[in-house]
Each structure stands twice: as C-alpha cells, then as structure tokens.
C-alpha cells in the first residue's frame, strides 16, 4: 500500500517532468514564435479572428487558449474538427487563423478536415511536437512544443505535451495582446461583472463614505468633540482640517488608545497636538483598484479621499470592500 510519503514522491515526479518539459520547449522559442504573432495581429487588423481546432485532450486546451485570446480582446473561436465536416466549417472566413492543436501532428480528424481549410484564404498555425508531420506539412508557422517525456509513468497519458500547449498558447496570446496595445480598461471593459472590472471601473468617488458618513473635524476640536462625530458618522477614523478645509492629518481609534495611556489629559487635548500628520489619501477621481493596491501595500485601515483642493470628501473603509466585491 502507498504511503503518503510516495504520493508527495509521486507528485514531486510530476512536477519535475512537468517543469523540464516547458524549460525545453523555451529553449527551442524562434523566430516562428515571431511569425505567429506577426501573422495573428495582422489577421486581426484587417478583421480577421481565431479559429481554435483540436481533438481530444488537445481540443480540450484549446478550448482554454480561445478563451484567454477572447477575454484579452483577441476574437477566437473553437471549432469542432468532427463536426466541421457536417456544416461548422461556415464558421471559417477568408482572412481567419487557424490555429491547429495536435501533439502527433497525425490525428485523422484533424487531417481529414484540412482539406476544407485549404480552400478558404486562412493561415495555419500548429502546435505540435511532431515537425515532420502531416499537419505540420501543410501548415504556414510550424511552434514546436516537444516535450523529452510526458509525466505519466507509461509515457501514454497527454500531460506535459498538453502543459506545454498549454503555456504556448498563453505565450501567444500575452505576446499579441502586447503588440495590439490591449490596456488594463480593456480588459475590465471585458469582464465587467467580474471583481476586477469592478475595481478597473469604479472610481474612488463609487466606493467612499460620504456626507454624514464622513467624518471631518477642525484641528482645534478637542479629542472628546472628535470622537463624538466619529460615534454620529459611525466611522474609526476622522479627516482633521485646518481653517481653509485643507486636510491636515488623521485621527483613529488607534490614535486614541495609544495616546491614553500616555496621556490623562488626552479628551481635552485639541486634534492637532495629537493628530497623524500627513496622512495617506487618494483622489476621488482614482480607480478603485488604485485604493485596492494603497490598502495592501500600506496595512491600513481607512483611506481618506480628497478632491482638487485636498479637501477631505470621502473615506473607503477596508471592510467596506468584501461588501462590494473588491476584495
């Protein structure tokens, strides 16, 4: 019987093989590489999109590369290479890229459909660890993804030849969304309901506490007054300003409690003998996802936001974000 000792070997194998597999085909990226990339950019540019193909666990990959091309705004298509040959081929254009996923370079489906391909005006792209091969014979960029072993112990089961499809297809894909400029507000306008297009769309402005939730109070406020308007805004911190509304500093929870033990005088204390000066803040007009990064690189709890003026207008509370899905 295995140990749970052999099973951790076992995977540690996997992984290992899995690994050399992409170290060797990394080594073998060329001048190809450039050519598919050159070759589905200017497809794209003159309207033309992905057609994915493949049979098995190959199709099953490609099925995951369409996806990421389409979500980073690359038009791509999966075609069934059975089902091409009973009418789906109309999904083809002129003008379209084929890309053809197939470790062997052999399989009959997908050989059986080239012939249809040809008679459109398409480009062919392979992915596949057989160069000799009929597909890649009749492909326009040939990637090479052999692979020295694959991680099952017969050296049958598609694992790191699939891995290593796998990660070409990212490879092509991140390559072409740099070439065609693809932008962060691209991307979150392509995935608007997710929680990054909501942290990529919303503003600061979208998300703060504001009006009575915000608590603001002028540097000369006692401790006692402040934390009554903290109470009434229900917030743990307060925006202090000066005479002009300008924000001068930040007082919290925090504040108090670690000024208590220090000081037996702190309620009648006024803000700015014991305010935080130059406290972290953000613009209104900011994405969210600029106060997501402030918050985890800064370990805060409260950001305050400011307009054009640095006066305080708002405030995003860290555990108002789990509410909105940010986080």
């Known amino acids: 019987m295995l140990t749970a000792m052999n099973h951790l070997a076992q995977a540690r194998r996997v992984f290992d093989i899995e690994l050399a597999a992409l170290k060797a085909v990394r080594t073998r990226l060329d001048a190809a590489f450039h050519r598919a990339v050159e070759t589905i950019v200017d497809a794209l540019g003159r309207h033309g999109k992905i057609v994915v193909v493949g049979i098995g666990k190959s199709g099953n990959v490609g099925q995951k590369i369409a996806a990421t091309f389409t979500s980073t705004g690359t038009t791509s298509v999966v075609l069934n290479s059975v089902d091409a040959l009973h009418g789906d081929v109309g999904i083809i254009n002129d003008g379209d890229v084929v890309l053809a996923l197939s470790y062997s370079g052999e399989s009959e489906e997908l050989l059986n459909l080239l012939p249809a391909l040809k008679r459109f005006s398409v480009q062919i792209i392979s992915l596949t660890g057989g160069l000799k091969s009929s597909l890649a014979r009749h492909s326009d960029v040939v990637l090479n993804v052999k692979v020295p072993q694959e991680a099952c112990p017969f050296n049958l089961a598609p694992t790191a030849s699939t891995t290593a499809m796998l990660v070409m297809g990212d490879a092509l894909a991140m390559a072409v969304l740099q070439a065609r400029g693809f932008k962060q507000s691209d991307f979150a306008r392509l995935h608007p ?57 930040v007082f919290t929870d925090g504040d108090f409690r670690r000024h208590m033990a220090a000081n037996k005088n702190l309620l009648a204390q006024p803000l700015k003998k014991v305010m935080t000066r130059k406290p972290i803040c953000i613009h209104e007009n900011a994405l969210a996802v600029e106060a997501l990064k402030i918050f985890n690189e800064r370990n805060i709890d409260d950001l305050i936001v400011v307009n054009a003026k640095r006066e305080p207008v708002g405030l995003v509370d860290s555990q108002d974000l789990p509410k909105l899905k940010l986080m």
């Open 193 to 249: 309901s997710g929680a990054i297009g909501r942290a990529m769309l919303l503003r600061v402005s979208d998300i703060m506490r504001a009006g009575e939730r915000n608590a603001v109070a002028g540097e000369n406020l006692t401790v006692e007054e402040a934390l009554l308007v903290m109470t009434h805004a229900k917030s743990g911190s307060l925006s202090v300003v000066n005479a002009r509304g300008k924000l001068t500093g």
